[in-house]
Structures are given as structure tokens and as C-alpha cells.
């Protein structure tokens, strides 16, 4: 079945910097990938998504891409603030299905 | 839009009782609902895909007899944690969403405590 790893597992980055976190899928027939932030206790938040046909996306300070060869896409969060700090997660769709794998998380810490 | 909510948002009961928990979309008609299951500082696990009116469809490895879902209408999923035990005790949230590989909106989760 897929598989999605997610690394790292955790990341200290000082305020300003760049953020960069990575993810590889198993799953040739993956075509949606979304990256989801959440915080002690509460829901998943989408905070970005990208699918098969594009290779890059950007939301202000927030950037996904994509390298579907190679079966893998990254997340990049740039001048960072303490608010970002947080467990983020990466997502696979299982194949063209609605159902979602989700790598193992990456905990940000961003220092001020 | 596009709010999903759960109740309730955190349950303590005894070994051996049965519990349920509640999914529902607010704003919007849910054609697929999904029940996730999230151990301290770990990932989310998908346990189950809910769709209206027929039964749920349950991941490898998880007791369908011990995780009873429920998905009466489009904007109402359940799951009923059976003869729950300690090892039981997690965070339990659900999505939802309009279809195809598309953004799912998750509740905000239900934290069960089996003592």
C-alpha cells in the first residue's frame, strides 16, 4: 500500500530563517498532496496542497513542491515566526481515492 | 464554511463500557466521512471511510466488531468504541469531505480516556 515518509522528525530554525521539510510517496497513482500544520490538542489545519498536474504552489510565505518522477514534494515555509512553530504533517491521496496517508510529522520550532 | 464538529470533544469512562462519538458536518453535505486515530506525539491513522447509507470500509489491522461506525445522513457519521480498554484511550478526530481527492476538513477531535 502507500507509503509516505516524512523527514525531519524535528526542526529548530531561528526566527527569519527558511523552513524546509520533505516527504516521498510510494504510490505512482498519488495525485493530491496536502500539508497540514497542527498544534497541541487541536484539529489538522490545512495550511497548503498541491495536485499531480502542478509543480509548484505558493501562499505568501508558505511553498509546496512537487517532483512527481521522483516522488517527492516539500514544504517550504519562509521568514519564519514563533507562531509557526508546530507538528506538521504531509499527505499522500491513495491513488486517485479520497483516502489520505499521512507521513510521521515534523515538529517546528521556531526560536526568537 | 465547510465546518466539521465532534462531540464530545473529550470522554473518560470505564473499562469495559462503550462509548460514542459524534461527527458532523455543519454547513455542508459530507459524502464521505473518515475516522482517524492519533497516539501521543504520532501521526494520524486512518481506522475507517464512513459513506452515507452503506457500510463503513475499515483499514487493515482495525476491528470493525470493536469500532462500530454509523453514517445515518449526509452531515451525521458515529463510532462507537465497544467494550473499550486502556489501550484504547487516544485521540479520535474525523474528516469529511465533498469528494474526489479533495481537501478534508477534520473536527476537532475527541480525546477518550479509558481508565
Known amino acids: 500500500g502507500e507509503n509516505v515518509e516524512q523527514h525531519p522528525s524535528t526542526l529548530s530554525v531561528q526566527e527569519g530563517d527558511s523552513a524546509v521539510i520533505k516527504c516521498t510517496y510510494s504510490?505512482?497513482?498519488?495525485?493530491?498532496f496536502p500539508w497540514y500544520k497542527q498544534e497541541l490538542g487541536k484539529r489538522p489545519q490545512l495550511i497548503i496542497d498541491?495536485?499531480?498536474?502542478?509543480g509548484e504552489k505558493k501562499d505568501q510565505r508558505i511553498a509546496v513542491t512537487l517532483n512527481k518522477t521522483a516522488k517527492h514534494f516539500s514544504l517550504h515555509i519562509t521568514e519564519t515566526q514563533p507562531e509557526d512553530s508546530a507538528v506538521y504533517f504531509c499527505?499522500?491521496?491513495?491513488?486517485?481515492?479520497?483516502?489520505?496517508?499521512f507521513g510521521q510529522g515534523t515538529r517546528l520550532t521556531i526560536n526568537p | 464554511g465547510a465546518v466539521v464538529s465532534q462531540h464530545p470533544s473529550r470522554v473518560i469512562c470505564k473499562s469495559g463500557t462503550s462509548v460514542k462519538i459524534e461527527c458532523r458536518s455543519l454547513?455542508?453535505?459530507?459524502?464521505?466521512m473518515f475516522w482517524y486515530r492519533q497516539f501521543p506525539k504520532q501521526s494520524l491513522m486512518l481506522m475507517a471511510t464512513?459513506?452515507?447509507?452503506?457500510?463503513?470500509?475499515?483499514e487493515q489491522g482495525v476491528e470493525k466488531d470493536k469500532f462500530l461506525i454509523n453514517h445515518a445522513s449526509l452531515t451525521l457519521s458515529t463510532l462507537t468504541v465497544t467494550s473499550a480498554h486502556p489501550e484504547d484511550s487516544s485521540f479520535y478526530i474525523c474528516?469529511?469531505?465533498?469528494?474526489?481527492?479533495?481537501?478534508?476538513?477534520f473536527g476537532p477531535g475527541t480525546r477518550l480516556t479509558v481508565t
Open positions: 474528516s469529511a469531505t465533498l469528494g474526489g481527492p479533495d481537501e478534508q476538513y
Open positions: 504510490d505512482s497513482a498519488s495525485n493530491y
Open positions: 498541491i495536485r499531480s498536474n502542478v
Open positions: 499527505a499522500a491521496s491513495i491513488g486517485g481515492a479520497q483516502k489520505l496517508v
Open positions: 454547513d455542508f453535505q459530507a459524502t464521505t
Open positions: 464512513s459513506n452515507e447509507g452503506s457500510k463503513a470500509t475499515y
